[in-house]
């Protein structure tokens, strides 16, 4: 798990990621006929998910990152992703900080659709962003 690799395994942090990526996809193209094309856009823009198979990518995901625990955002998870991240962006590590603890009471998990969490995540991460951006251009 990515997990693991943070905490200083030999495996280099890119190539666990790719790992965590084709878990999912071959999780998912077992239950569901999305491609690779539509998962990447979910990953590098504000896009979210519109089909099932989407949404439980992104919530394997989350959950193979370790940022999921028992549905909800785990805010130490999530902090520790972005200090790793984002570690010389000052910016860009206080917008995502602000959406971990936005998003940690926003995004409920949805007992009878599980992948749900992945849209709500995704959701307010992308809201988040964009005020974040908009206040930046105020001042």
């Known amino acids: 798990m990515m997990q693991q690799s943070l905490q200083g395994t030999n495996i280099p942090m890119i190539q666990s990621i790719a790992g965590e990526?084709?878990?999912?996809?071959?999780?998912?193209?077992?239950?569901?006929?999305?491609?690779?094309d539509d998962y990447l856009p979910l990953l590098f823009n504000e896009e979210l998910p519109t089909t099932l198979g989407q949404k439980c990518f992104l919530t394997c995901l989350f959950n193979?990152?370790?940022?999921?625990?028992?549905?909800?955002l785990d805010t130490?998870?999530?902090?520790?992703?972005?200090?790793?991240f984002y570690k010389d962006k000052h910016d860009e590590k206080t917008m995502a900080n602000i959406a971990t603890n936005v998003c940690?009471?926003?995004?409920?998990?949805?007992?009878?659709?599980?992948?749900?969490?992945?849209?709500?995540?995704?959701?307010?991460f992308v809201d988040s962003n964009k005020k974040g951006k908009e206040l930046r251009h105020k001042n």
């Open 76 to 84: 130490q998870t999530a902090k520790t992703l972005v200090e790793t």
């Open 21 to 36: 990526l084709k878990f999912c996809m071959d999780v998912n193209s077992e239950q569901n006929s999305d491609g690779l």
């Open 104 to 124: 940690h009471v926003s995004a409920v998990p949805d007992v009878l659709n599980p992948c749900e969490i992945g849209f709500s995540l995704k959701s307010c």
């Open 64 to 72: 193979r990152f370790g940022l999921l625990k028992d549905g909800f």
